[in-house]
């Protein structure tokens, strides 16, 4: 069987997090999510932390030079080599994915699926809002998140047309407005 190596896309708020953690422990597989990474060096205050701060409270992305060597590092530590991986929120953005393109031919390893999951606008504001009172997450306010979402749709939604071209990543689009489950269920067998 082929190593699955996957790309998650979509807009803030789609549930690419919630399925790419699910996906990666159904497949034993590491979920490499670079928000989350950023956030725990903001929290812990690391190089990288504290110059990723501002563009995240903002809502804006952090420099691609930071994500790229962020990334380069990760995707050379033995599980990752060893087992696979899912890529949740990189790359984001066009310079971002040309820079994966270079990057995994010269570490033996390709992407073989790029999953972008699609919700209408409104959906995602209103689900964002109620991640915000929960989660309480500083990028989560009202302004932030719509912030979010056009940056999304500047840097990031060019991404399906790139991949949709790419000859080495299968590009498959999800319906995310459905419930948790069943987008699971169809992950699992996109993988299978
Ligand atoms: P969400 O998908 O809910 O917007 P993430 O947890 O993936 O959030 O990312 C949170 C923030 O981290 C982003 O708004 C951005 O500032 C930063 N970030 C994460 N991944 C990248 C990336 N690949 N390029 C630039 N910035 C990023």
Redesign the pocket.
């Known amino acids: 069987m082929t190593k699955n190596r996957l790309i998650f896309l ?5 549930g ?2 919630t399925q790419a953690k699910i996906l990666a422990d159904y497949l034993g597989i590491p979920h490499i ?7 725990k060096a903001k929290q812990e205050g690391t190089p990288v932390g504290l110059q ?1 701060k501002a ?2 409270d ?7 030079s ?2 790229q060597e962020l ?1 380069r590092e990760r995707l050379q530590q033995t599980d990752a080599q060893t087992q696979g991986w899912i890529l ?6 066009l310079v ?1 994915a040309n820079f994966l393109e270079t990057l995994l031919p010269e570490i033996n390893q390709s992407c073989n699926l790029a999953i972008n999951i699609t919700v209408a606008d409104e959906v995602l504001v209103s689900r ?1 809002g109620k ?1 915000a009172e929960l989660e309480g997450r500083s ?1 989560d306010t009202e302004e932030v998140i719509r912030n ?1 979402l056009v ?2 749709g500047q840097e990031t939604a060019p991404l399906i047309d790139f991949y949709q071209k790419s000859s080495n990543t299968t590009l498959v689009t999800v319906d995310g407005d459905r419930s948790l489950e069943v987008i699971t269920d169809e992950l699992k067998k996109l993988t299978a």
């Not at 903002?58 to 691609?64: E, F, K, M, N, S």
């Not at 949740?88 to 953005?93: E, K, L, S």
């Open positions: 979509g807009p803030p708020g789609a690419k997090g999510s670079t928000g989350e990474i950023l956030r990723a563009y995240m903002r809502g804006d992305l952090v420099p691609d930071v994500l990334v949740d929120g990189f790359p984001r953005t971002q964002l991640r990028d979010r940056v999304y």
